[in-house]
């Protein structure tokens, strides 16, 4: 495994610890799912709306890896990523506003 690892570049690394995420997500989320056949509500909506968008961030952290393979670009990556994910949040405070009125 250590010949493996060394002809692996990082980036491949990174988004393969990215994707591993995503499969955590997803057996998380299941369990999320299973808890509300049983008639156990753990989260309000707000909560599972961020819940929902957690898998649409990995993914595209995922591609800005792919596309964005060296150091530099991934900091410009990470800063578009970061930025995303705060006007995620910002549109679900603001939906969650509209929808009180």
Do not use: D
Request: charged letters at 10%.
């Amino acid at each position: 495994m250590a010949i493996l690892y060394g002809s692996l570049p990082s980036w491949l690394l990174i988004k393969l610890g990215f994707v591993l995420l995503l499969y955590v997500y997803f057996f998380l989320l299941h369990g999320i799912f299973r808890q509300q056949q049983r008639g156990i509500f753990r989260y309000n909506s707000t909560q599972l709306r961020v819940w929902n968008e957690v898998a649409t961030v990995l993914l595209v952290a995922i591609v800005f890896l792919v596309v964005l393979k060296s150091l530099a670009s991934m900091v410009w990556g990470l800063t578009g990523l970061l930025l995303f994910t705060a006007s995620l949040m910002i549109a679900i405070k603001i939906y969650k506003k509209s929808g009180r009125k």
